[in-house]
């Protein structure tokens, strides 16, 4: 079943806010999605819960994108969850579309970058059973599944331009973070920086600032490849709990 909302026009300049719909306006119970929706956001706790279980310093843990955004997807999806199951209106745009963008930079850059010995940013290490798990659960269960339910289960053109630059804030505020927190650690602490191209030992604050803007412009592009495939991909009509025949919203 898709959700569904009230049509608008396309055009950031007449774009209404990023609310979907009125919240007066009845939207049906989701059942199908509610229960996609919550197994997306069982698959991140058990992935979270699981590395909990098996890390020892859970300071550096919770310092990782992947966790922190996968924290998000739970959140979210969770919430999203219980919208469709009780057919509430859909959540801001904002926060689903960032949640994708999220999720899928960690899935995007594990599988390219950190798990790619030639790309000079490896991170591969032995992992013990529950490791490898979580790292599944949360590098590519839940970056497929986040992909999965917008494509099949929102309707398209909720996205604007103007959110590919709003969603960008978390990963700007993640660098400053991330230097920080190893600026306060001791020298030669495993795991000061979470990842290899965020080590300033390694590449000093120039290197770090060069590998910032690489970064930066591959999400910021991610983010309007987003955009541009939700304004193109096909809507996919649901047989029934529809507000209007040409309605456009995002995961509810």
């Known amino acids: 079943m898709l ?13 209404t806010a990023d609310a979907p719909g009125p919240e007066a306006a009845p939207t049906g119970r989701r059942p199908f999605a509610a229960a ?8 991140a706790f058990t992935g979270i819960v699981l590395d909990t279980i098996d890390s ?8 990782y994108f992947t966790i922190q955004s996968n924290i998000l997807v739970a ?46 940013f490896a991170m591969t290490s032995e992992r013990t059973p529950l490791e490898s798990i979580a790292n599944q659960l949360l590098h590519t269960v839940t970056p497929l599944a986040a992909a999965l339910d917008w494509l099949l289960l929102t ?34 602490t495993d795991g000061r920086y979470p990842y290899p191209f965020l080590d300033a030992d ?33 809507h996919l009509r649901g047989s029934r709990n529809r507000i209007s025949p040409t309605g456009s919203g995002p995961l509810k």
């Open 75 to 120: 959140v979210t999806f969770a919430w999203a969850a219980h919208r469709a199951w009780t057919g509430r209106p859909a959540l801001p745009v904002r926060i689903t579309g960032a949640a994708l963008l999220y999720i899928s930079i960690t899935g995007l850059v594990f599988h390219f970058v950190l798990s790619n010995d030639s790309s000079g």
């Open 155 to 188: 309707a398209p053109g909720a996205f604007l331009l103007r959110h590919a630059w709003q969603w960008l804030v978390y990963p700007l505020l993640y660098l400053p973070f991330a230097l920080i927190r190893g600026a306060l650690l001791d020298p030669g």
């Open 3 to 15: 959700d569904q909302t009230p049509s608008t026009t396309r055009s950031d300049a007449s774009d």
């Open 56 to 63: 020892d310093d859970l300071g550096r843990l919770f310092s």
């Open 36 to 43: 996609f929706r919550a197994l997306v956001a069982l698959a």
């Open 202 to 234: 390694l590449h000093g604050y120039d290197g770090i600032a060069v590998n910032a803007v690489t970064f930066g412009l591959a999400f910021y592009g991610l983010a309007l490849t987003l955009v541009l495939l939700d304004r193109v991909r096909p």
